[in-house]
């Protein structure tokens, strides 16, 4: 591992994060949101905008008027409770939205000339006049057939990604992308469910979008993924594992570059629709963008590779791959412990790399006596005997015996 600092290694790839060994820890993770989000939309479901629901729409200048006060008064016009009031925009751009349920022509005068009489609105050029107010009114058909061409554009959107990467790649990277993309949809409308957004077409138009974003950005890991393992059953270097997430190493920095230089954009959108202009299109479009990028960005990295390593491991030939490698590593492990390391008689060790370095040193300390270089080969024609030592290694030590008959005291 390398010791320059972790930014540096992340800039340049090298971070050496496990993303794939600990995928059954991001597995757990995501499965506590997708729960979390599935029993949101089971049982408290959407806000629906009324564009899906049905409904009218009346408009007007804000003014100085609050949302309490023009409530109040459009349920004593109509007899009917207001589904939502809001004021958007600011400045001479304020304007108060009143969304109700579907009312018929006289309902939409009665409320008109109600809150015309009360709050006198002006048009663009300061005139006090009833065309101010304007209104709309969606029938529930028109809702039902958004919401099916919706629910069509997405299997269709699903469909062409899944034969584009079948086809790019392969069959387990198109089913690992899908499978992140499915869970990306189910968060980002977890989040709208638990939150409480209201759900428009412009939100349905920004998920189709980041889905295609969250898409994009799988594609580059997996397209390294796809480079860093061609011809990888033909060697022991490495598994499949290893190489992808190598993968997502290399590509993190670029995924989290794309990722901030795409919150940017999004973030001023969000300023100049919410706060300056108040336009709920926009602002729609915006909030659902910021959430599928964060989520996309999320499970490219955490979901869609390790989903990929689990569907490989499951097959023979990269499980057995991923077998020889472990058994090249165990027995590589075991050459290194099994080599055998030579003492002198100073206690300075000799490995037989620098034996053949030492040689001519080792024959003249044994013509001097001083030290030896002993293997097993020796030990029928050596009186000493072996030590084990740690690694798989052997130290010779003369004997008692040898040492009392050598030694220059010896009276004979």
């Known amino acids: 591992m390398s010791k320059r600092p972790f930014f540096e290694r992340i800039y340049t790839g090298e971070g050496g994060i496990e993303f794939v060994s600990q995928r059954r820890r991001w597995y757990g993770i995501y499965a506590i949101i997708l ?123 699903l469909a062409l990604i899944f034969l584009y990467i079948t086809v790019r790649f392969e069959r387990d990277m198109a089913i690992a992308a899908i499978s992140a993309l499915a869970v990306d949809a189910i968060v980002v409308s977890g989040l709208y469910s638990i939150i409480g957004f209201e759900v428009s077409p412009a939100s349905v138009i920004g998920l189709l979008t980041v889905l295609s974003y969250s898409l994009y950005d799988t594609v580059v890991v997996f397209d390294k993924v796809h480079e860093n393992t061609a011809g990888l059953t033909k060697t022991t270097t490495s598994t499949y594992a290893e190489q992808a997430n190598l993968a997502v190493n290399q590509t993190m920095m670029r995924s989290i570059s794309t990722s901030l230089f795409s919150i940017l954009p999004i973030g001023a959108l969000m300023v100049v629709a919410v706060w300056l202009l108040g336009v709920g299109t926009l602002k729609d479009l915006s909030l659902v963008q910021l959430l599928g990028v964060i989520e996309g960005t999320f499970s490219s990295i955490f979901l869609a590779t390790p989903i990929l390593v689990s569907l490989k491991s499951r097959q023979k030939k990269y499980s057995e791959h991923t077998k020889r490698v472990e058994e090249s590593r165990k027995a590589e492990s075991s050459n290194q412990e099994n080599e055998l390391v030579a003492v002198t008689s100073d206690g300075s060790e000799i490995t037989p790399s620098e034996s053949s370095d030492s040689e001519p040193s080792a024959r003249a300390s044994r013509r001097r006596g001083s030290s030896r270089i002993v293997h097993h080969s020796d030990r029928d024609r050596e009186a000493g005997r072996f030590h084990s030592r740690e690694g798989g290694g052997a130290s010779w030590r003369p004997d008692d015996n040898r040492r009392r008959n050598n030694s220059p005291f010896d009276g004979n």
């Open 35 to 157: 729960v979390i989000c599935l029993v949101s939309i089971i049982f408290r479901g959407f806000t629906l905008g009324i564009d899906f629901e049905g409904g009218t729409k009346i408009t007007m200048p804000a003014g100085d008027v609050s949302k309490t006060e023009v409530a109040d008064t459009f349920h004593e016009a109509t007899g009917v409770e207001a589904q939502q009031v809001q004021i958007i925009g600011s400045g001479n751009a304020r304007n108060v939205e009143i969304e109700s349920k579907h009312l018929n022509d006289d309902e939409i005068s009665e409320a008109r000339e109600a809150l015309f009489s009360k709050y006198h609105p002006k048009d663009a050029s300061g005139k006090e006049t009833p065309d101010s107010i304007g209104d709309s009114t969606v029938s529930n058909s028109w809702g039902s057939t958004i919401t099916h061409r919706m629910v069509l554009a997405l299997i269709v959107f």
